[in-house]
């Protein structure tokens, strides 16, 4: 991947899009005139792209009490990319993928796949807030790791899952859906992502990254996981996300605020072939050495540097109810 770090930007930044006089330009960056496109269709035409080297993930983990204490977690670097035309014209937005242990016995891949997009980037903007306007819709994926790196308890009942006739989640392909969208509006699946770091929550120092080229920011309430239809895969998929939120402090929980803050490097120019490959070739990083490809993140914060530290006896509480939901149902 092109990290950029050493170089300076490279020449043949020509800009334009949009247009002046536009309703999409700042403050207003309505994008509602341009189509919504899937992530992967218009790939060809990346030229340049802006990776974003501290990506800096903010949620409550007691929603709705007095005291919600909000976490920090800064993923792995260069975790999300935006990529676009020489003129500004974005066609495809990486988003975050990573690998999750829950007690050494449980190991999930959870990826935000951006299923559409649409919007703009300005590498000589006036204002440093300005460099991009973008929209989204994602969906998160859940699922677990080959079995192979999971605990003994559940490689003990591995084999049930794998053979059985109901499609568990045990590869992205049948992994567990959960819904996003634009928060305070279910019905709205589309979000924004906008210039300047977020101003929703005071932000701790060590989340800050001045030294950034440029900032953006994205907010998204949590929704419902999707339901199969088959009720045994659906009760499972439920005992899964409830062990997944007590491990990351109810990143996930339905109706919760997952935001982050992208602080970006400099502009550098797009990998086709790469770019194509990239979630392949995390993912497979995941899976073979529960890490990425890019190196480690931070481990989840209170503002006051404190770390997040989940409810480890209601962890093996509910995996050993997943253990025997499954005994019981197969």
């Not at 969906?139 to 006739?165: M, R, V």
């Not at 932000?203 to 080229?213: E, K, M, S, T, V």
């Not at 045994?232 to 491990?247: E, P, T």
């Not at 935001?259 to 490959?277: A, Q, Y």
Request: charged fraction near 20%; glycine fraction near 8%.
């Amino acid at each position: 991947m092109q990290t950029n770090q050493d170089s300076g930007i490279p020449a043949g930044w020509v800009g334009g899009f949009p247009p002046q006089g536009s309703p999409m330009q700042y403050p207003t960056a309505d994008l509602s005139s341009l189509p919504m496109l899937g992530n992967m269709d218009n790939i060809n035409f990346l030229q340049r792209q802006m990776g974003v080297r501290w990506p800096e993930f903010s949620w409550e983990t007691q929603k709705g009490s007095a005291d919600p204490k909000r976490c920090y977690q800064q993923f792995a670097p260069y975790i999300s990319r935006i990529g676009y035309t020489d003129e500004g014209r974005v066609y495809s937005i990486i988003c975050p993928q990573q690998g999750i242990w829950l007690k050494d016995e449980l190991c999930l891949n959870v990826e935000v796949t951006v299923t559409g997009q649409r919007g703009w980037v300005n590498e000589q903007p006036s204002n440093k807030n300005e460099y991009l306007a973008a929209d989204m819709t994602v969906e998160g994926k859940i699922w677990f790791t080959p079995s192979e790196k999971q605990g003994d308890k559940i490689n003990e009942i591995w084999p049930l899952l794998q053979y059985s006739l109901p499609k568990f989640p045990l590869d992205k392909e049948n992994a567990i859906r959960v819904q996003t969208h634009l928060p305070g509006n279910p019905d709205q699946p589309i979000f924004p992502v906008r210039g300047g770091i977020s101003t929703l929550f005071p932000n701790p120092d060590f989340a800050l990254h001045p030294q950034a080229f440029a900032t953006g920011n994205i907010a998204v309430e949590i929704g419902d996981i999707k339901l199969t239809k088959d009720p045994i895969v659906d009760g499972f998929n439920k005992l899964v996300m409830d062990a997944f939120n007590l491990g990351s402090g109810n990143m996930l929980q339905p109706g919760n605020i997952l935001s982050w803050n992208l602080w970006f490097t400099e502009p550098g120019l797009v990998n086709i072939p790469e770019w194509k490959n990239h979630a392949d070739f995390w993912r497979k990083s995941i899976d073979a050495h529960h890490g990425s490809p890019t190196g480690d993140g931070t481990n989840a914060r209170y503002f006051d540097g404190t770390l997040f530290s989940p409810e480890q006896n209601a962890i093996d509480e509910i995996i050993q109810k997943i253990i025997d939901f499954i005994k019981s149902h197969i």
